[in-house]
């Protein structure tokens, strides 16, 4: 058996989403934004909704997303895509619109909008890719950052009597009735990708049914913040993150009570 | 007994070598080349292309999204 006989057209199983453009990613290497990137992408695509799609850019390393995620983009003032989205989304009801954010833009400089936003119950999409640090501005403590975390503005650790304790913002969220569908998952195994994905989807079901926000978090890796190889990095993800930020779906208006 | 064959292309130039689908290949198909590509990153390739099952794993996982794979529709009978 020849590889090139597996290799044909009708042997295909898996390829980049054509959502996604050609241009090489700007993350690091093994940062977890390109993944996060993809199944938001692969999920526009499954549910035929990208030429009535929408996404708003942050400030962060994401602040290029718009580059990679092939669709209508708008890049927004650092933490004010919520209220971007809330006002694309109200001129333009018919069409899907999601924000993606990072910590910092979402649970520092944006906590007041994205606050409001979910508390409006803004029918919109919020993905949120929490790597408990300012990865694009070098790895300065974020409010997500963990108690006794070394970042750059937190050489000894973070010290929670000093410098206050990290902010569940997905938790809070889940408590606001504006709120429809509020999750939070990782993508660093093919488990947590598979997982992930069927939640963004959720999420935008959500939307299109005009339930509410839908807001999904996703736990991620900064290796060069964090100063760790990527492997070593989303090892160090599984011991430390998750058990402060615990994965699975919080809130679902939908499920079914037994 | 029959096996299921996969293989995997990976768009060598674009690879960053983060190393993350070597880690997640249940059959130890994958290793990081000794040379560098135009980027200067040590690159992604099969090593042992027998053991490739075309599970998708390395793909799911590959932040850059450069890896297709490939399925054998029937198993292989090995011998
Ligand atoms: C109004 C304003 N304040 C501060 C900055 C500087 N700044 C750029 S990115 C960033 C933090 C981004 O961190 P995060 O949202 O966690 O995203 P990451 O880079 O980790 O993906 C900051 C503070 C800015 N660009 N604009
Ligand atoms: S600095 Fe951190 S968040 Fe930004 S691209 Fe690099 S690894 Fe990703
Ligand atoms: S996961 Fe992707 S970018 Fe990383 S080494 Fe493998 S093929 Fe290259
Ligand atoms: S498809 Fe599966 S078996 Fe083949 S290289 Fe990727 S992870 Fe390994």
Redesign the interface.
Known sequence: ?N?E????P????????GL?TEK??S?????????AH?LVMEVIEEMGIEEKTIGIAPVGCSVLAYEFMNIDMQQAAHGRAPAVATGVKRVLPDHFVFTYQGDGDLAAIGTAETIHACNRGENITIIFINNGIYGMTGGQMAPTTLPGMRSSTSPYGRDVASMGHPLKMTELVAHLPGTCYVARHA????AN??KTKKSIRKAFEYQRDKKGLSFVEIVSNCNSGWKM???DS?QWMEENMFPFYPLGVIKDIDAKTK | MAKARGAIVVDKEKCKGCELCVVVCPTNVIRLAQEVNGKGYHFAYMEIPVACTGCTNCALVCPDSVITVYRLKQPVSEN
């Open positions: 058996m590889i006989d597996i290799i044909k009708e042997n295909l199983v898996f390829k980049k989403t996604l090489p990613l993350y690091c290497p093994g940062c977890g934004h390109g993944v993809r993508v660093h195994t093919p990708v598979t190889t990527p492997v989303n």
